[in-house]
């Protein structure tokens, strides 16, 4: 059959819509509105599609909304994912308003995500307007949080079972099969609260933090050095956040020490926090008086998927078919919501346009490159949901 053809200006009007929507995360700037107008905007253009729109609600004032175009039968389920949410706009002059130079589209969100976002309602209008009949169902997933925690992917998971998700963060218009995931610990060390004179009385979790540190940094080395994953590289540590004490007249009585270990895919968070509590079991049986604990504050999965799975297989074709010539398998460095919906046990891929800026104050999008993702995506849906 014919591919699809794009609506070269539907896409760029809505691109520019979207970015004259404030959406920042309101748990990242506190008081910014959040995802309730962009979702409002995105619903009603769905609608105005055919789609059959939901809107949810996992959390009260965090809309994220999921549209169907109902297949005829029973072929497999595709979600195009991206998220409705933007990171702060300090130093930004003017971040809501899109502006289009030289084939860009500069605004914030334009990277990370809304040009993502404006492909894929370019992709249904175009399967609408083609009059293309799909037998599985084709859900887009416009979530909400992605920046913080994440909530939409994982309400829309739960109502709208799939088969597989292409998310669509940017990459370049590679193929993205794996990134890396993270943990977030608390290590605390406690003392003895006491006058600081009473070197008899006082014991000091600043100065036992200091031993599990020195710990720390030879775990440091080592997870480095282990065998780097052939995508995203090694494993890594940092220990970005310590408090401790409370004057300088009083022994210490605890420390606070945040950690964050990237993970590589096949690492575990339950792994990751027996390394740091064999560190702790180390410094206490070399002094009886150092007492420390660990706990996990968040954990997210690195995500992997096989080169060989059916929904790589049919982004890989739709893209070699659409940009004449085969797009390289990469990994990212970074989480993103596709490891929520693989461990919801959706089989995911990552594909998305040529950008730069995401989280800086210059921020732009390759519009080119957002009508080859929109070509490409209702390419995978025509051929995965048969
Ligand atoms: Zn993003």
Redesign the pocket.
Known sequence: MQPPSIDRAYLIATLADLIRINSVNPSLTPGAPGEVAIAAYVADALRRLGLDVSVLEAHPGRPSVAALLRGTGEGRALMLNA?LDTVGVEGMADPFTPILRDGKMYGRGAY??KGSLAACLATAKALVDGKVTLRGNLLLAAVAD??YASLGTAAVARQFPVDAAIVT?PTELDLCIAHKGFVWLEVETLGRAAHGSRFFDGVDANMRMGRFLGLLDRLEHDVRGRPAHPLVGPPSLHAPTLHGGTELSTYSARCALGIERRTVPGETAAGVQAEIEALIEKASAADPTFQGSARCILARNAFEVSPAAPIVAAVRAAATDHLGRSPALIGKPFWMDSALLADAGVETVIIGPVGNGAHTTDEWIDVGSLEDLAAILARAAVSYCQ
């Open positions: 998220h990370d995500m992605e920046e963060e």
